[in-house]
């Protein structure tokens, strides 16, 4: 390991409590109702100049314990809380949030030998800031707090003894590491791991996935259920997929779905080799997979007078902040008219967005904009959201994150 990436707290520092963080009166009802992030505006005072990763109470004027957590002052986020209890944050204590985590997997059957399955989906199960997927034998870590950098011997160590996987990967973007002062360059591995993709069964197909440079972990597991409901759509049908990544909603609507024809576009020219790549492995004739960025793309399919019976739009987080949520609206709004553009009348729209800050109001006023300037009525048959390996914390409203509407138009 490189001692960028083993740079950590002294052990006697890991869970003992460093400091307390004072919350403005105004701003404490969100941390009694349990939302895990506490924000730099949120703060009246930082008592004991606790070190970047360590402990912290989370209290209020009065020195009222609230919660604790995590203290980093190079994040938006200054604290992730863990626990509104008075626990140590030791290593006992992560094993009881990772095995739980991993049971539920289990009771709902998506922990299957030959596929793939989210076991920790970060604030969903109280370990803000670590993603943990696995994929056949191997589990990929997605690092997106400084603390669990910090710790991440502690987690590898427990996840081999709970799960005893081929191989594990830890992995984090550059956006990441620049907002949360993560050290270490992805990947970082332990035990045998893959040099190329593997493959993992969804939906009776054999997928390609990359589990050192794939986007994310590798497979954008949160559309699972997504692409089998939007292939009840398509038999006999010809078919646009737009962002199709490695050709996850193309390839179940060709084979599940017996579409008559499927186009998938995507930015990525690595992406698209493996999309062809999944395809050959399936013996699927019927795809087709171009490089193409998408309103480029949309915009020349409808001069050319292209049209389709089905449309799917999985764009990626069009909305990083509040503040760029007026240019992300603007963005989803002529995504979506230059799909319809070339969507036939009577056909289908499944339309996706990933951005936590645009909620499924703000997506539906997207669209009720969208009808009233192409003039064409808008049904929405379903609103869904992610796959149940990613479940939504109802304190955290930001585990909401995805929309997919499946939608007619007219």
């Known amino acids: 390991m490189s001692e960028a990436w083993s740079k950590k707290l002294p052990t006697n520092m890991n869970h003992e409590v460093c400091g307390r963080i004072v919350i403005r009166p105004d701003r404490v009802r969100p941390f009694l109702e349990r939302h895990p992030w506490v924000r730099a505006t949120s703060i009246e005072l930082i008592e004991g100049a606790p070190p970047d990763g360590s402990v912290v109470d989370v209290v209020s004027r009065q020195g009222k314990f609230i919660a604790r957590g995590i203290f980093n002052s190079r994040s938006q986020i200054r604290v992730r809380l863990y626990t509104w209890q008075d626990q140590p944050l030791d290593e006992p204590f992560w094993r009881h949030r990772l095995e739980s985590a991993i049971a539920l997997r ?139 990544y490695t050709g996850g909603f193309s390839l179940v609507a060709s084979r599940c779905g017996q579409a008559k024809e499927v186009w998938g576009f995507d930015s990525s020219e690595k992406a698209i080799v493996m999309a062809r790549a999944n395809a050959q492995q399936n013996g699927v004739t019927n795809t087709r997979f171009e490089v193409g960025d998408a309103f480029q793309t949309l915009k020349s399919l409808r001069q050319e007078e292209e049209r389709f019976d089905v449309v799917i739009l999985d764009p990626p987080k069009f909305a990083s902040g509040k503040s760029t949520l007026p240019e992300a609206f603007r963005a989803y709004h002529y995504l979506n008219r230059l799909a319809i553009d070339v969507l036939n009348p009577g056909g289908y729209l499944v339309t996706c967005s990933c951005s936590g800050y645009v909620t499924r109001e703000d997506f539906f006023n997207v669209l009720f904009g969208v009808s009233q300037q192409v003039g064409r009525d808008i049904q929405i048959l379903e609103q869904r959201g992610a796959a149940p390996d990613h479940p939504v914390l109802v304190t955290c409203r930001e585990t909401h994150y995805l929309k997919c509407f499946i939608c007619r138009v007219l």
């Open 106 to 244: 289990r009771q709902l059957g998506l922990d299957t030998p030959n596929g793939a399955t989210r076991l920790v989906f970060s604030e969903s199960d109280g370990l803000s800031g670590l993603i943990i997927d696995k994929y056949r034998d191997f589990l990929v870590l997605q690092v997106n707090a400084l603390g669990f950098q910090q710790r991440l011997e502690t987690i590898v160590g427990i996840l081999q003894e709970l799960l005893n996987p081929k191989g594990i990967i830890a992995r984090t973007d550059m956006e990441i590491r620049d907002q949360e002062g993560i050290t270490f360059e992805s990947p970082v591995t332990w035990g045998n791991v893959p040099p190329g993709p593997i493959l993992v069964q969804e939906h009776g197909l054999d997928v390609g996935v990359d589990l050192l440079s794939g986007q994310k972990t590798g497979l954008y597991l949160d559309q699972r259920d997504n692409r089998l409901a939007a292939a009840r759509l398509v038999k006999g049908k010809r078919v646009l997929d737009m962002f199709c």
